[in-house]
């Protein structure tokens, strides 16, 4: 077995998943634990014992949901209630020589350029399709984190002045627009507004779940709805191309797969079609993640052991 580089951690609503990792990022010793998601001081105490168990001594990474300083302060984390801890600081007082804290999109972009889909690709733009849209910049190889942790915020990206209501407060951001729950809205509109046959109307709750699953069995609306969610985040991507230059663009989380067929050719006409520079340059490729629910641990484990070399 090769020698681990660091330990990875993704700290999730409901699980803390640690790994030990190689330098390729290749997962060698795993361990589960239950996220005592209400308790900060327990938090920290069930991460030293899961470092303690899996190697003391390695630079830990650790990937969370949420606003995250370069110091790695946890601001505000929407699965756990804390808020402003010092995470990093309290895993170096729990006995962690090296310790990483990063929004977990974020470890996830980097663990698929290093490990996953994007390996090889120097500038990768990732975008997380689930209830909400996360995602993850690399540039040039290095994470990009922004002056105060929060780079990366791309579900947030607006594409239309006051457009629909977005979560967060503000207005006509990609997440209103191509979101699992933004899916499941605009269904459920489009079934108020016409009278177009569709089995989505013998559906109780409408998600964008609900709605993938109709567009497998052939349900049209269902597959208009898609592809223009996938419309709306080609335009997202747009800008995220203009303002980037990425090699690639991948699509993970909990929804990307299933949507792709409708969602991806979509989103790839209006990048094609509207990025800057079309007739002189190749768009970027648009791609599937590769390592599911490991990228964020792989990609914080990664930039653990960066920063401790
Ligand atoms: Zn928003």
Same mark, same amino acid.
């Given at each position: 077995m090769p020698e681990p580089v660091a330990i990875g951690i993704d700290v999730g609503g409901t699980k803390l998943v640690a790994a030990t990792l190689a330098a390729d990022g290749r997962v060698l010793e795993r361990l589960r634990r239950d996220t005592p998601a209400r308790d900060a001081d327990r938090l920290v105490a069930d991460l030293g014992g899961l470092i303690a168990e899996l190697g003391p001594g390695l630079p830990v990474g650790i990937g969370i949901a949420g606003l995250v300083t370069?110091?790695? !302060? /946890?601001?505000?984390g929407p699965n756990i209630?804390?808020?402003?801890?010092?995470l990093a600081g309290a895993l170096r007082a729990e006995g962690a020589t090296h310790a990483v804290v990063v929004n977990d999109a974020s470890a996830a972009a980097l663990g698929e350029q290093r490990?996953?889909?994007?390996?090889?690709?120097a500038d990768v733009v990732l975008l997380t399709l689930g209830t909400g849209i996360g995602g993850g910049v690399v540039v040039g190889g290095t994470l990009l984190v922004g002056a105060m942790g929060?780079?990366?915020?791309?579900?947030? !990206? /607006?594409?239309?002045?006051?457009g629909r209501r977005c979560p967060c407060g503000?207005?006509?951001?990609?997440e209103a627009y191509a979101s699992g729950t933004a899916i499941g809205r605009r269904a459920q509109e489009r079934l108020a507004r016409e009278s177009t046959d569709s089995r989505?109307?013998?559906?109780?709750e409408l998600t964008g779940r609900a709605v993938t699953t109709a567009a497998r069995d052939g349900d049209r609306l269902a597959r208009e709805v898609l592809v223009e969610a996938g419309r709306w985040l080609g335009v997202a991507m747009v800008s995220l191309t203009n303002a980037l230059d990425p090699e690639v663009i991948l699509l993970g989380g909990g929804a990307a797969a299933e949507t792709a067929t409708w969602m991806v050719p979509a989103a790839r006409e209006t990048l094609e079609h509207r990025i800057i520079g079309g007739g002189w340059r190749r768009p970027p490729d648009i791609e599937l993640t590769a390592l599911g629910d490991d990228a964020g641990m792989v990609g914080a484990g990664l930039l653990a052991a960066d920063h401790a070399t």
């Open positions: 370069p110091e790695g !302060v /946890v601001r505000y209630s804390v808020r402003d801890l010092d490990a996953g889909a994007a390996r090889g690709h929060f780079a990366g915020e791309l579900g947030h !990206v /607006v594409v239309e002045d006051a503000n207005q006509g951001c990609i989505l109307r013998a559906v109780e």
